[in-house]
Every structure is written in C-alpha cells, then in structure tokens.
C-alpha cells in the first residue's frame, strides 16, 4: 500500500451530547483521520495526479500555490511523494505548527503580510506563475478539486449512512468540498440540502472565507447551495472548545463553525440525519489562543 491510498474512507461518528434536538441526528466526518491531517489531502491528491496524468507537470517541475494552512500542508506532502518541487505562498498569522509541517515536508514557504489576506497570497503566486518557472495548480479555479470530493467524499457519505443523509454542512473556503459532494448527493437524491457556511461579517475563522467578489472561487457555483448560514468567529471558537471536551473531538476553527452552523440547521428540524465536515485536527492550532 502506498501513502496516497491512504486517503480518503474517513470515519462518520455521531454526536451524543451537542445535539439539541433529539428528531435530528448529526454525524462528523473526521477528515482529520486522512495522512496528511485535513479534508485537503483529498485535492491535493487529485490536483497533482490529474496534472502529472494530462502531462501538464512531470516529476521534477516546481509547483507554486497560495494557501491559507491546510491545502498546503496537503500539497506539500503530496507533491513530496510524487517527486514534484512545492512553493507555498500564506498569510504570515498562520499558525507555526502550520508553517512548520509544510516545512517539514520540504516544501519552501513564503509568508505575506497577514493585513493584505489570503488575496494578497493568491495575487503573488500568480506573479510567480507568470514571471519564473512555475506551475500553479490554482485550487481555487481547478475541476480537480471539486471532483475529489464527487470521487470520494460524497460516495462516502451515501454508503456511510446507507442513503439516509438529509442535509450536508460544509465550511466553505476555496469551496471544493461543498461542490463536489453536492454534485453527488444531488445525483442521488435532489432532495438532499447543501448548507454552506460563512463568516458573518467583521469575524475571521481561518478554513471559512466571506470572499471579495474579484477572488470568489470560479469553481464555485451557488445553485448547489440551497442555504448559507453565517456563523460568527465567537460561535466557531466555542463550539470548537465544546467539541473537544463534549465529544472528545479535537478539530480546528472551521469545523467549529461548520457544526454551529449544523446546530442552528438542526433546531429548525423535525427530523433529519446532518452530515457536518470536521475539516481537520486541532493539535495544528495549539500554539493559537484557541483552546486558551
């Protein structure tokens, strides 16, 4: 077995004691369980493969791509196996066990002001790709990155809850997770709701963006979101800490927010089975304030 077939078939657990509303059942999915410790493994995996199989990259090349934590610590790993060279351009308020494990895994690392945001990575990884020899995988703009989770996540779902899955909730960031498993599940059943996330205004939780409309992903789609709830930076900090010492589930801000945003879904139920994403592990956030 290889370290990439390790991706994916992460486990579905049911909350015992968050849920408010006994008609309504919600089930993570620990995407933390994947090797590289995020939903993004699923991605990176596919952006790169895809990219090498179309002859687009070949072994040796050098990658460029802007991040705001996750998606690169994915690329990182993922470029390193498939003998590919990864440049990862991210705010420089991104946590150090971040940075580090990115490292870790030899990718090179640029900070950029964190006041200028995730836009302003996505701004110089462009440059880079324009004016030296760089590929860019743009997950922002990629099919590869949506269709991961149409090939995986979303089949995981429907066979994990044999069918029964009523509504979905998802983070929404670079937005690949939340299209490609509405893509599925819409295929198998239109009745299903897709439920986005998003900060409400003024509220920064890293994983979950309220984009400019100039940077909002082109592989985003709003007719395969049937509702947006916003969930605000104090929400998703306490529910990240209630997940931890309620359900025994350490994850990171965005997951908080995505399983508040469930909640709020669940308590306008009268009856239903919610599949929330827990985007990752929080162990990558111990040196923030966030379990301060």
């Known amino acids: 077995m290889k370290l990439v077939d ?23 999915k620990l995407e933390g369980q994947n090797p590289g410790g995020s939903v993004k493994d699923r991605a990176a995996f596919n952006m790169i493969k895809s990219a090498l199989e179309r002859g687009d990259v070949k072994p040796g090349d050098k990658l460029v791509e802007a991040t705001s934590g996750n998606t690169g610590i994915a690329l990182a ?42 836009e302003y990575s996505r701004v110089l990884a462009e440059q880079m790709k324009n004016e030296q020899d760089y590929f860019m995988l743009d997950q922002f703009a990629n099919p590869d990155n949506y269709m991961a989770h149409y090939y995986s996540t979303g089949p995981e779902i429907w066979k994990d ?14 937005t690949g997770t939340i299209m490609g498993v509405s893509k599925y599940l819409k295929e198998k059943n239109p009745e299903i709701q897709i439920v986005g996330t998003q900060p409400t205004e003024g509220s920064s939780i890293p994983g979950i963006r309220r984009w ?49 945003a469930a909640l709020k879904l669940s308590e306008e139920l009268d009856a239903g089975l919610i599949v929330c994403i827990t985007c990752d592990r929080g162990d990558r956030y111990l040196s923030s304030d966030l379990f301060g």
């Open 77 to 118: 790993m993922v470029a390193n196996v498939l003998g590919l060279n990864m440049t990862l351009i991210m705010p420089d308020n991104s946590t150090k066990e971040r940075v580090l494990s990115m490292e870790a895994y030899g990718a090179k690392v640029i900070l950029t002001p964190a006041e200028k945001t995730i």
């Open 212 to 260: 400019s409309p100039e940077f909002l992903p082109k592989i985003f789609d709003p007719k395969r979101v049937d509702q947006v709830i916003d969930v605000s930076q104090d929400e998703a900090t306490k529910m990240t800490r209630r997940m931890a010492k309620e359900e025994g589930i350490l994850a990171g801000m965005s997951s908080g927010g995505a399983l508040s």
């Open 6 to 28: 390790l991706i994916g078939n992460t486990p579905l657990v049911e909350l015992n004691h968050i849920p408010t509303n006994p008609k309504v059942k919600i089930f993570c």
């Open 161 to 174: 809850t044999q069918g029964q899955v009523t509504h979905f909730v998802s983070a929404m960031g670079t």
